[in-house]
DNA sequence: CTGAAAGCGCTAACAA
DNA sequence: TTGTTAGCGCTTTCAG
């Protein structure tokens, strides 16, 4: 095993001070034409390369950035990962990654973890933060932005969709479409994401006069959703529609009212999701569903992220990325309805 | 924004020296019970954390192991990463993630800057190496893990699943099942993983004196994939038995052929996958497939890596782990079959 | 524009 | 068991 390369060695190779090394390896630095050439020249013969966490300690600058996930089961969250860690990677960042498991105590550990990295900023995906903890963040100078999730705490940005409008447009579109039942399967009752898409499909509902006709609760997890299914529809006057709170939930809803119930869907059943995940097209399913823009809602992050970090005091800010209803074919589809 | 806590402030607040406060979070020092009670009171009414970095830097043990991973559309991807984190996380490590695209030559690109951020490790997922970046990684005495991929490079241990005896069982069992017209729906073809499944599949056939009645290549891309199928299915005598590379590939063929095509699965066709993502098991496919099991292979991986890093001079390790044929309803299953 | 010098926060000998 | 002393590899004043 080689030695490790430093700038000192390349300094003598060239014949200029260690400094000037760094300063041709340093953006805005002034380095005249000849000192750079000879530097870079000893560099690659070297093959030396600059070690950030050295950089890191005196800069201060690790080009961190830590990321907590919960759920890599659901299909949106492979999709955010990889695009965030382009964007980031185009910025000159990397992903430090750290997976938090659901209970409320694991998080806290995770985000002092994180700390102990040195991250320049910290993204929370699908997990709510603890307003000690934020400011324990905040003490340590260090950003965090929240993931499809949002918190009123002090300081803390947030990028979500607009759950709330995107849940709204389902509810009007299920009324359009004169159904007479209409019910909600809803997420874990401690995600911001489910209560805005409550809120807001109740909400359209309401301005109609109309009433939820079956609510029950599938948690985001697998089996807990398929019990809730059979729950739903397991009595004389069942709904004729329901809008589910997220994609992989009303994927699994969709195999059990069909092969399990054996009800049509949409004929004997409307269904509806949220997230517009890659299986949602799959032709099984050609779900309907509300896309959240990863795309968008990614950049979002990005740009909310380094204007933190570049701008310590920065004010926070909140997001919420438009979610526009795709028509396929698990929902009928009303008479004339455009977009 | 406070200040950031140092060993230094600690040891002033407990009365000590810098380096006793050090020894007290180093695991195998010696303090006495007095000092350590005193650094900790002062450690914890501060809030202080010892900093990775700076220990990295002297120790050189950055406590990062840096995962480069192509794919994550690919449901497997996802579970290993998550498994992998938790498992490293378990020994105090944890993941810089590196996004490589598909190309060859950003593959070098990703992996120098891995280098730059001095992890202690390097796992590959789903992406081969060339024998010259190989070599620039032993040169930083940096060892390298391929996961899901094998290659003969000197010094680069490597964990897939058995893909030969996984693929040969399929063979077995569609012969079994007494199916005419065999065909194969390949992966990609740089992939050391295809090219071992599309042997052993062959190699079974072989054995009994029989030849792939179909090829195609779908490339591990969806809408490759859907037309290799029905360019396969496109002629008099079509298949009536598919073995695909990959679960993303069955999931779409199962789609194509059932959905556009009309056939049925496995009245007209069976269909065999491999890898055993989450939806392979959905009500809507109930797909027949290899198992890969992620849980063996991270723990494998993560051995073979921890081992590489303590012991600088270890050999490198080759694993294939046993991937078992996971019953189901998208292949007839012959009289008798057990096992 | 360039070199010398002073650390960033910590661990690791080395004495005491 | 403890404190003292060197640095790890780099950026960043500060003179020149």
Chains 1, 2 share one sequence.
């Not at 093959?47 to 089961?73: D, F, H, K």
């Not at 994927?251 to 059990?256: E, G, H, K, S, T």
Request: glycine share 8%; charged share 20%.
């Amino acid at each position: 095993m080689a030695e490790k390369v430093t700038a000192q060695m390349v300094a003598e190779r060239a014949g200029v001070s260690q400094s000037a090394v760094s300063r041709v390896f340093t953006p805005g630095a002034s380095v005249s034409a000849r000192t750079e050439k000879k530097v870079r020249e000893a560099a690659s013969a070297l093959g030396y390369r600059p070690n950030v966490l050295a950089r890191a300690m005196v800069s201060g600058r690790s080009r961190m950035i830590g990321l907590v996930v919960a759920y890599l089961e659901n299909q949106f969250y492979p999709e955010v990962l990889e695009k965030l860690s382009n964007a980031l990677q185009a910025e000159g960042y990397h992903i430090l990654v750290f997976m938090a498991s659901q209970e409320a105590g694991t998080l806290d550990t995770v985000v002092e973890e994180i700390l102990d990295y040195q991250v320049e900023g910290i993204v929370l995906a699908s997990v709510s933060l603890s307003s000690d903890l934020a400011s324990r963040c905040q003490a340590a100078g260090v950003p965090v932005v929240l993931f499809n999730r949002s918190q009123d705490i002090d300081g803390i940005s947030a990028v979500t969709s607009d759950n709330f409008t995107g849940a709204f447009q389902v509810g009007q579109f299920l009324l359009a479409g004169e159904h007479e039942r209409i019910a909600y399967l809803a997420g874990w009752e401690g995600a911001s994401t489910q209560r805005d898409r409550q809120r807001g499909f109740v909400a359209a509902l309401d301005v109609a006069g109309r009433r939820l006709h079956a609510w029950e609760d599938g948690r985001f997890e697998p089996s807990r959703t398929a019990d809730a299914v059979r729950i739903m529809f397991d009595r004389s006057s069942r709904p004729d529609a329901v809008f589910v709170a997220g994609d992989q939930m009303a994927l699994i809803a969709m195999d059990v009212l069909r092969h399990e119930l054996g009800l049509s869907v949409p004929g004997d059943v409307s269904v509806v999701g949220f997230d517009d995940v890659p299986a949602a097209s799959w032709l099984s399913y050609r779900l309907t569903t509300v896309r959240q823009q990863a795309d968008l809602m990614v950049a979002r992050c990005v740009s909310t992220l380094l204007r933190a970090i570049e701008t310590p005091g920065a004010a926070p800010e909140r997001h919420a990325i438009e979610a526009p209803l795709i028509l396929r074919a698990s929902a009928r589809i009303p008479q004339g309805w455009t977009q």
